[in-house]
């Protein structure tokens, strides 16, 4: 069994609040398993096709300017921008957290990450927590949910 198949599962945001607040340069991958996408370390445009430099992730870190607000809401933003995934690309697309170096940014400004450590899985319950704390903030957000029909 390989290491990625035994990868921890975060099961709730206060634990995975608690690993991002404590270690840096951690990311959320939304793909189908590490384990496929360390046999390329690459992403690939969706619009135009090209192979980019690295995995596309969003970056877990949270920045100075944050100040003292809840990491907690700091984290289940980052997680909920992108939860549209399994239902628009893929619905074997689960999200996981790897620690990486950013090596450039993507079409979108997303960080692509190499020298890749898978760290742990990211339970469905945890997503589900994500949204509950985004939608009952006071601002209008949603999802980065790019497709039209969306």
């Given amino acids: 069994m390989s290491t990625v198949a035994r990868l921890p599962t975060f099961t709730s945001l206060d634990e995975l609040t608690r690993f991002v607040t ?3 340069f951690l990311y959320v991958r939304w793909s189908r398993c590490p ?23 969003s ?9 003292e607000r809840p990491a907690d809401v ?35 400004n997303e960080p692509l ?3 890749v450590e898978p760290v742990g899985w990211i339970a469905d319950c945890v997503i589900a927590e994500a949204c509950r704390i985004v939608t009952a903030q006071p601002g209008r957000w949603g999802p980065r949910d790019r497709d039209p029909a969306g």
């Fill in 74 to 108: 700091w984290v289940a933003r980052r997680l909920y921008d992108y939860c549209h995934l399994p239902r628009v690309k893929d619905a074997q697309t689960r999200p996981w957290i790897l620690h990486g170096r950013e090596a450039a940014r993507g079409p979108d």
């Fill in 22 to 24: 404590r270690r840096r």
């Fill in 35 to 57: 384990e496929r996408d360390l046999t390329a370390v690459s992403s690939t445009d969706d619009l135009t096709g090209i192979r980019l430099p690295g995995l596309s992730a």
């Fill in 59 to 67: 970056p877990l870190d949270i920045e100075d300017w944050w100040g």
């Fill in 113 to 115: 990450v190499r020298d």
